[in-house]
């Protein structure tokens, strides 16, 4: 090899060097924050969310470190709900998907092309370990509906928090009705609280709703209906039909997800109990339902009846529904039914957006 050659290849492995460390540097971001500061410095990161408190909104914006959300499902919305609540500070997110990262997924936001091929979960927790140091991820790759794995994530699910105790609240963020049903009989048999979200498969609306075990309906009180009518899933979800998304219907979903998480975790204002969104209209329908005391799911029957002490059944589920769609009468615990935005839209539409959206699950 001649003198010239090696010179050359001392120099190339030189650069190589210097670029694999900048890039490392850059990946690594900043140094860990052991207490978050209010103080008004261009360096600290938290210094717009302590202002939360100096503007009298929250009490204790602080104590979000203590946190922990377990997000289920990576895509569309869980991976933008992740790192809105990465970026707000949370102490920690446990996440669940078994999917890799596809270039179909880019007319989405989060991920990159260059995280194609990787777990979701994987690509996921590099990045928002880059954006905040200071929040502990944990990842699981794998599909929580068989048995085995099932287990394992009620077992996160009741001892993943900081200090090995339940997480705060659970984030159901899955494109499908096996995982929701999963998440639903986890959550019931666990007493935990937790956000269904959804986003419809024709990309213009949306929902989240909040379950407490015993006080709200759970996802079996109010099962969707393509689940009551008896239709197959599989027949509405046929192989090979793609379902269409788009980044700002998903972005809205994700921003209503974690607002109302940050309001539950924190308790400031009101925590929505159903915010629906249809895009086409700008319509934001919400309710309030109450567990259907003939729900399937044992657990749920047991922790509503245990809580108003009767346990005895008080209306069909229909009912219910209609119930919860009448602005006439109230479903208790507040906030119950608030009137749509459209102050001209019938309760009539607001029935119908909610059963599209159950039908588009
Ligand atoms: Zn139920």
Redesign the pocket.
């Known amino acids: 090899m001649s003198e010239e050659l090696k010179r050359r290849i001392v120099e190339l492995e030189k650069e190589l060097e210097a670029i694999k460390k900048e890039s490392c540097e850059g990946r690594r971001g900043r140094e860990k924050i052991e207490q978050m500061s209010s103080e008004v410095v261009d360096a600290n990161p938290y210094s717009r969310l302590m202002a939360l408190k100096r503007m009298g909104i929250v009490d204790n914006y602080e104590q979000i470190r203590e946190f922990a959300v377990a997000v289920v499902g990576v895509g569309g919305v869980g991976s933008v709900a992740a790192e809105m609540l990465t970026r707000c500070g949370i102490g920690k997110l446990l996440l669940f998907d078994y999917d890799k990262v596809e270039l179909a997924n880019m007319n989405r936001l989060f991920y990159q092309p260059h995280q194609a091929g990787l777990s979701k979960v994987e690509a996921a927790a590099r990045t928002l370990v880059s954006i905040n140091p200071d929040v502990t991820i944990e990842c699981h790759n794998y599909n929580i509906t068989t048995v085995d794995n099932f287990d394992h994530f009620m077992g996160r699910i009741r001892s993943g928090s900081l200090t090995d105790g339940p997480v705060d609240l659970v984030l159901s963020c899955v494109d499908n009705f096996e995982a929701r049903m999963a998440i639903n009989t986890a959550c019931?048999e666990l007493g935990q609280t937790w956000f269904e979200s959804g986003v419809a498969e024709n990309a213009v609306s949306g929902h989240i709703q909040l379950v407490i075990p015993g006080e709200l309906?759970?996802f079996?009180?109010a099962p969707p209906l393509i689940v009551a009518s008896g239709i197959d899933e599989k027949t509405l979800k046929r192989d090979g039909v793609c379902a269409a998304s788009l980044p700002t219907t998903m972005g809205v979903v994700s921003g209503l997800l974690v607002q109302n998480t940050l309001k539950y975790l924190l308790k400031f204002g009101n925590v929505t109990h159903y915010l629906g969104y249809s895009s086409l209209q700008d319509f934001f329908p919400t309710m309030s339902m109450k567990?259907?005391p003939s729900?399937d799911?044992s657990y749920?029957r047991h922790q509503s009846g245990g809580r108003d002490g009767t346990g005895e059944p008080e209306k069909e589920l229909v009912q219910g529904v209609r119930l919860a769609y009448s602005r006439d009468e109230p479903a208790p615990p507040p906030p119950t039914v608030d009137a749509p935005a459209a102050a001209d839209t019938s309760d009539q539409t607001s029935l119908d957006d909610l059963r599209a959206q159950m039908m588009a699950l």
Do not use: E, F, V, Y
């Open positions: 019931n309906a759970c079996a009180c567990p259907n729900c799911d749920c």
